[in-house]
């Protein structure tokens, strides 16, 4: 069964730091390509970053681009994301998912979705 589960969310001030984790099992994520996704109260889901293995390639939202790291560590089969400089407008539940990595991130090219994890930034 593939799952993913996150971890390492919380409450952190404008202009500090978090890193995300996103644990993989049923599948190893060098076979896979990782996306990360979050979703504030009362908006859509918005693409945040994901990692193509087999290309070697990585892409971001126009919003975290030069603040956000996506990578992958295949001995401990899990994801990660940097989060640098962050700002109130990044809280928000931060989920990763697998499926088809793109310039385009798009949500309905992933699945297998995790529960989820909450950033918090305050101002």
């Known amino acids: 069964e593939v799952q993913l589960v996150e971890s390492g969310g919380g409450m952190v001030q404008a202009g500090g730091s978090l890193r995300l984790s996103c644990a993989a099992s049923?599948?190893?994520?060098?076979?896979?390509?990782i996306g990360w996704f979050r979703q504030a109260p009362g908006m859509e889901r918005e693409a945040v970053s994901c990692i193509s293995h087999s290309e070697g390639s990585t892409y971001y939202g126009d919003s975290v681009k030069g603040r956000f790291t996506i990578s992958g560590d295949n001995a401990k089969n899990t994801a990660y994301l940097q989060m640098n400089s962050l700002q109130p407008e990044d809280t928000a539940v931060y989920y990763c998912?697998?499926?088809?990595?793109?310039?385009?991130?798009?949500?309905?090219?992933?699945?297998?979705w995790g529960p989820g994890t909450q950033v918090t930034v305050s101002s």
């Open positions: 998912a697998w499926g088809y990595c793109s310039e385009h991130i798009l949500a309905s090219d992933f699945g297998s």
């Open positions: 049923g599948f190893t994520i060098d076979d896979y390509n």
